[in-house]
């Protein structure tokens, strides 16, 4: 089984920064794929940064050049550095993580959600 667990959330003011990590553990044999999601109040989930093995990496328009997902292989850990928040980036995040496990089987796991505020 893998388990993942997701930290570093709270409360920034605007223009301040944060760094979410994804942990997971269990029986990991590699983190084929990355994705982190959000979900504000009354608005749907949406997704916001994600990355492949292969190296493409995509970013909602709305967190460009402010937002970057990183992975640390040893660690078995996703991040994600966001700079320059602002009220609007206020949700919920969700990391997702694409895992072959050492059993062969490739499975999807969602992280518990981490708050994030982002107010004066």
């Known amino acids: 089984q893998v388990q993942l667990v997701e930290s570093g959330g709270g409360l920034v003011q605007p223009g301040g920064s944060l760094r979410l990590s994804c942990a997971a553990s269990?029986?990991?044999?590699?983190?084929?794929?990355m994705s982190w999601y959000r979900q504000a109040p009354g608005k749907q989930r949406e997704l916001v940064a994600a990355?492949?093995?292969?190296?493409?990496?995509n970013y909602a328009d709305s967190v460009k050049g402010r937002f970057t997902i990183s992975k640390d292989n040893a660690k078995n850990t996703v991040y994600l550095q966001m700079n320059l928040l602002k009220p609007e980036d206020t949700a919920v995040y969700y990391c997702?993580?694409?895992?072959?496990?050492?059993?062969?089987?490739?499975?999807?796991?969602w992280g518990q959600g981490t708050q994030v505020t982002v107010s004066p």
């Open positions: 990355k492949s093995s292969g190296g493409n990496t």
């Open positions: 269990g029986s990991i044999y590699t983190i084929y794929r």
């Open positions: 997702s993580l694409g895992v072959i496990r050492t059993s062969g089987q490739t499975n999807d796991y």
